[in-house]
C-alpha cells in the first residue's frame, strides 16, 4: 500500500469532505439512499476516468455464485488532488467496499468507505 | 456545526423575547411578500440589536428567497422558486422544504417559529435520510429589501481560480412546474437520461450551480472567459453589448453578456438549447434566460452568485440557485476527460440497451 501517514491524514481530511467530492452527479439517480451494503472481493479491472472512477470487484456469493460488481467513487480530478490515483488500488487487490447499493437490485455500489488490504480507509472510516 | 453554550445562550434569549412580544395574532399584518431566510448562521444584528439565531464558526449559513401569498385555498409558499408547506396560525408560522444533500438524497427542513412584524425566527429540525446529515438549527427571515441599482460601474478583479465553498444553498429540490413541464417529468429517469452519465456537458445551468469543481476567471479586454473544470467547459463573457452572429445556434452553454452594477457583476444568458435543469431533470425551454450576479468580498477571497433562471414555459417561478467559491492559489484547473464507454457497457450487461435506445426522444428537448 502505497500511503504514508502523512498521506493517510491527508485522506481522513478528504473524508469529511467526501460528500462535496461525490456529489459529480446525484447519488439519488443511481443509487438507494436508504440501503448501505459491505461486499468483499479482488479488483479485477479499474476504470479511472470520468464521469467516475470504478473499480470492477468480483466475489463468490453464498450460493456459490460468481458476482461481478461495478463500484463507483468520485471523479479522478477530484480524487487525486487528495492523493488518491489510479495506483493507490491495483488489479487484483483484495478491497472491502461500504456503500450505497444500485437502485433495482443492479450490481453497483456508490463508495462510502474502502477497506484496503493493510486494514487502512479510504473514504469514511471503515464501520467496524 | 458547533454551537458553544454561549451562543445557545444568546439564541436562548433572543427566542425568549420573541416569544414574548409575538404572542399576538398575525392577524391586521401584512406578510405577503418576499422574505430573506437565513438558517443556522452568523448572528443577525436586527434594528433592536436582538441576536437571533445561533451563530456557528463552522457551518455556513443557508440562505434562501421565500415568497408568501396569501390565495382562496390559503397560505402558498416558495423558497427558492419552489413549493414548500406552510401553515400559518396566529403569530404561529411552520414550514416544511425539501432539499437535495451534497451526495444527491432529499431531505426536508422543519421550520418552526413566531412572526412578529418585519421578522420572523425560530428553530428547524431535518427529517429524512441523508450521508450527512444537519443538525437543525435556529432560523430567521427578514423584509427581503427592494434593489433599485443603477450604480454606475465599479469593475473588480475577480481573475483566479475559485473553488466551491460549502453552505448558502438551499438546493431546493422540487419547482414550481408548468403542466406541460410535469408532463415531461413525469417520464424522466434521470439514471439514463441525464446528459452527464454518458458524458454530454449538462450546460451552462447545472454547471453554474455545481458544487465540487473549481473553475478560472480569465479578464481581456471587453470579455471575462470562464473555464470551468467540470466537463472542461468554457463560458465567454461579452463586457460590451456584442450581440450573437448571425446564425448563432442556441447550445448548452448559451451566449453570455455581462455588465457591473457597482461592484456586483451581472450576466444575462440566452440562446440556450433545450435541456435539463439539474440532476433532477427539470426542462429548460429554447427560450430561457439565465440571470446570474456576482459580488466579491472586500479582502477578494470570497466569490458569492446568485442565479435565477427565467423559463416561464415551464417554471411558474423562476428557479434560484446560490453559489460560493473562496479563491484558491494552490490548485490549477485540472483535466477532465469523460469516456462513456463503462455507461453503454453496463446497460449492455442488463440488456438494457434497447430501451435506452427506444427512449432517445427522451435526451431531445424543445
Given at each position: 500500500m502505497p500511503f504514508n501517514q502523512k498521506q493517510l491524514s491527508v485522506l481522513l481530511i478528504f473524508l469529511y469532505f467526501s460528500s462535496i467530492s461525490q456529489a459529480h452527479h446525484s447519488f439519488a439517480v443511481e443509487f438507494t439512499a436508504e440501503k448501505k451494503v459491505a461486499i468483499k472481493g479482488t479488483v479485477t479491472e479499474i476504470w479511472f476516468r470520468n464521469p467516475h472512477v470504478r473499480y470492477y470487484v468480483e466475489f463468490v456469493n453464498q450460493q456459490g455464485k460468481k458476482e461481478s460488481w461495478d463500484v463507483r467513487t468520485s471523479s479522478p480530478s477530484l480524487l487525486v488532488r487528495k492523493g488518491?490515483?489510479?495506483?493507490?488500488?491495483?488489479?487484483g487487490d483484495e478491497i472491502s467496499i461500504f456503500g450505497h447499493p444500485g437502485r433495482?437490485?443492479?450490481?453497483l455500489l456508490s463508495v462510502i468507505s474502502i477497506k484496503l488490504p493493510n486494514g487502512s480507509s479510504l473514504g469514511k472510516k471503515y464501520p467496524d | 456545526m458547533n454551537i458553544t453554550n454561549k451562543n445557545i445562550f444568546r439564541a436562548a434569549l433572543g427566542m425568549l423575547f420573541f416569544a414574548a412580544f409575538s404572542s399576538f395574532p398575525v392577524m391586521g399584518q401584512n406578510i405577503e411578500g418576499s422574505w430573506m431566510l437565513e438558517l443556522n448562521g452568523s448572528k443577525q444584528e436586527i434594528d433592536n440589536s436582538i441576536t437571533i439565531g445561533a451563530p456557528s464558526d463552522n457551518e455556513a449559513a443557508i440562505i434562501g428567497e421565500l415568497i408568501l401569498r396569501k390565495e382562496e385555498k390559503g397560505w402558498q409558499a416558495h423558497v427558492e422558486g419552489g413549493p414548500v408547506e406552510i401553515d400559518i396560525n396566529g403569530g404561529k408560522i411552520e414550514i416544511l422544504i425539501d432539499s437535495r444533500d451534497l451526495a444527491g438524497f432529499v431531505f426536508f427542513r422543519r421550520l418552526n417559529g413566531e412572526i412578529s412584524g418585519n421578522i420572523m425566527s425560530g428553530t428547524f429540525t431535518i427529517e429524512g435520510a441523508t450521508e450527512n446529515p444537519e443538525h437543525g438549527g435556529y432560523w430567521v427571515a427578514t423584509r427581503k429589501k427592494e434593489e433599485n441599482k443603477k450604480l454606475p460601474p465599479n469593475p473588480q478583479n475577480l481573475t483566479g481560480i475559485w473553488t466551491p465553498a460549502p453552505g448558502v444553498d438551499f438546493r431546493k429540490y422540487s419547482m414550481d412546474l408548468t403542466e406541460k413541464a410535469q408532463n415531461w417529468h413525469n417520464d424522466y429517469i434521470d439514471h439514463y437520461d441525464q446528459p452527464n452519465v454518458r458524458c454530454v456537458s449538462p450546460g451552462i445551468v447545472a454547471i453554474v450551480a455545481w458544487g465540487a469543481y473549481p473553475f478560472e476567471i480569465l479578464n481581456s479586454e471587453e470579455r471575462l472567459t470562464f473555464l470551468y473544470e467540470v466537463d472542461s467547459e468554457v463560458r465567454r463573457i461579452f463586457m460590451n453589448d456584442k450581440q450573437p452572429p448571425d446564425y448563432y445556434p442556441p447550445s448548452a452553454m448559451g451566449f453570455s453578456n455581462g455588465y457591473w452594477e457597482g461592484d456586483e457583476l451581472v450576466i444575462e444568458t440566452q440562446l440556450?438549447?433545450?435541456?435539463?435543469?439539474d440532476f433532477r431533470g427539470e426542462p429548460i425551454s429554447e427560450g430561457a434566460r439565465m440571470h446570474e450576479r456576482y459580488s466579491i468580498s472586500q479582502d477578494g477571497n470570497t466569490l458569492d452568485a446568485v442565479i435565477t433562471l427565467m423559463d416561464p414555459d415551464n417554471y411558474n417561478q423562476p428557479p434560484i440557485r446560490r453559489r460560493k467559491w473562496v479563491k484558491n492559489s494552490n490548485t490549477e484547473i485540472y483535466p477532465y476527460e469523460c469516456d462513456p464507454d463503462s455507461f453503454y457497457r453496463q446497460m449492455y450487461n442488463e440488456d438494457k440497451l434497447d430501451m435506452y435506445f427506444e427512449r432517445s426522444h427522451r435526451r431531445q428537448i424543445d
Open positions: 488518491w490515483t489510479k495506483e493507490t488500488i491495483k488489479v433495482d437490485g443492479r450490481k | 440556450l438549447e433545450g435541456n435539463v435543469r
